[in-house]
């Protein structure tokens, strides 16, 4: 079934066209987003429940272009004696200069837009709605139960899930769209102790969807146990440098860390990035082919149109190792003279919209994973990311795994290390790929920050890569 739009968006769409008219009758270029986003998130532990609002908002933002200068206005309510309030309060922000001594301004001329009229959504099987939160709650404690039981180790195990549903409207002068999207996420968690020594696991699981994830989650249930009483018998990383089998979700992060944040082109126009030297430029192995767009995989950073009113893209970032282009929001391209690739995101209505990754991984390849791991001399086996972070101005990458499986001469020996801290430079390490599996697989259950803030959803993911890397 497809998700329904809201009903709050569709009662202020005459208002919203009247608004949009009034705007793009004084000014070069107008645009307005509308969004309502609802959601719930559950959490049950062997000592609490806990059931809350997701990251519900409602409301408008504005964003105009008048003699080469642009300014937004953001507001949550609105009424039809509002609107000429809306416009001169959009004029006053736009004749001001808030630019600190010594800065230059931008100039933009009003971006191109071919017409585009259409509404569309994402498709889900069971909906939240249809449950009612003792339901869900019900069903997330039997998880809890099933885990609790499976070790006398298990000190906790924790079963959480959220689902964020929104419909955002954009209208301008040329386009009228509506997209409707919803999304579930799911963790379990398991901590256990022997000895005094506690260790903790996790499986997510997330995707484009309703309640039917609990099915997923309720498979991780036991091979989240036998991880965690793995873990009680592991043993501090030997640091060095290893031949490494990752798993997709490491493969993800490393996908994210590496060249996520490094190929956002708002970081080109401030001059933080490295990569707009190497474009064109071996960055990866041959074997490396990287993507990022709403619409290049199938996820919870899945969209129909980002928050400037791009399409979305499917961009190929690195090509058979060779970095081609980076992703941008509307501004950068319009400040880059380059066409935007529909990666430009909100945290909600009152922030900016910023360059920021959506799905984002890297092709699959022809090697079988037994044959990989056979591969091996003497190396590391990585699963479970838990962080990362890269410095795109010198492409260094330092992310955390919570489990490197030993491998010796070509089989996994049953040694543990736990935990693993993940660092090198990024060219050195994506060049050293020389071995990918034959399917990619992505997850989303996180978020991502533009450095210390604006969260947004994201995934990514790829297929298990054999690389060298450098552990500790």
């Not at 009247?18 to 070069?28: E, I, P």
């Not at 259409?118 to 099987?125: Q, V």
């Not at 950068?332 to 909100?346: C, F, K, Q």
């Not at 599996?437 to 994201?458: D, I, M, P, Q, R």
Request: proline share 4%.
């Amino acid at each position: 079934m497809k998700v329904q739009e809201s009903a709050f968006i569709a009662e202020k769409r005459p208002l919203l066209l009247k608004l949009r008219d009034a705007l793009c009758g004084q000014f070069d270029h107008a645009s307005i987003l509308a969004e309502d986003t609802v959601g719930r998130v559950y959490r049950v532990s062997r000592h609490s429940v806990n059931v809350g609002e997701g990251d519900n908002v409602r409301g408008f933002v504005v964003k105009v272009l008048d003699g080469g200068r642009y300014a937004e206005y953001s507001f949550s309510e609105l009424e039809e004696g509002s609107i000429p309030g809306i416009v001169a309060a959009v004029r006053e922000l736009l004749a001001a200069d808030v630019r600190p001594e010594g800065l230059a301004a931008n100039t933009y001329a009003p971006p191109a837009e071919d017409p585009t009229v259409f509404s569309d959504a994402t498709e889900y099987e069971i909906d939240p709605a249809a449950m009612s939160d003792e339901q869900i709650v019900d069903r997330l404690t039997a998880l809890r139960d099933k885990g609790l039981a499976m070790d006398e180790s298990v000190l906790d195990f924790v079963a959480m899930m959220s689902w964020q549903k929104y419909t955002k409207l954009f209208l301008s002068r040329e386009k009228d769209m509506t997209q409707s999207v919803m999304y579930t996420t799911g963790t379990v968690a398991a901590a256990a102790m022997k000895d005094q020594q506690v260790k903790q696991s996790y499986m997510p699981c997330s995707g484009l969807g309703g309640m039917e994830l609990l099915a997923k989650m309720e498979d991780n249930v036991a091979p989240c146990v036998k991880t965690v009483v793995e873990l009680l018998d592991s043993e501090p990383m030997i640091p060095g440098e290893y031949e490494c089998i990752c798993d997709p979700e490491t493969t993800g992060m490393i996908v994210h860390e590496a060249f996520g944040h490094g190929v956002e082109m708002d970081m080109f126009v401030k001059d933080r990035a490295q990569a707009p030297q190497f474009i064109g430029k071996y960055v990866a192995s041959p074997l490396v082919t990287m993507h990022d767009g709403a619409c290049s995989a199938k996820q919870t950073a899945t969209y129909f149109f980002d928050d400037e009113g791009t399409l979305a893209h499917d961009t190929v970032v690195i090509d058979k190792g060779i970095l081609r282009t980076g992703i941008s929001d509307l501004q950068s391209a319009l400040a880059l003279g380059t066409e935007p690739t529909g990666n430009g995101r909100r945290e909600s209505f009152a922030r900016k919209a910023y360059t920021r990754m959506t799905n984002t991984w890297f092709e699959p390849g022809t090697d079988k994973l037994e044959d990989m791991i056979a591969s091996v001399k003497y190396g590391m086996y990585l699963e479970c990311p838990s962080s990362g972070m890269e410095d795109p101005k010198n492409w260094g990458i330092q992310c955390m795994v919570n489990i490197a499986r030993e491998i010796r001469d070509g089989k996994l020996t049953g040694r543990i290390f736990s935990p693993v801290v993940l660092t090198g430079y990024v060219p050195d390490l994506l060049k050293s790929i020389s071995a990918m599996s034959g399917s990619a697989e992505l997850s989303g259950t996180g978020f991502c920050g533009k450095g210390h803030k604006e969260w947004v959803k994201v995934s990514d993911g790829g297929p298990y890569i054999k690389a060298r890397i450098r552990l500790g």
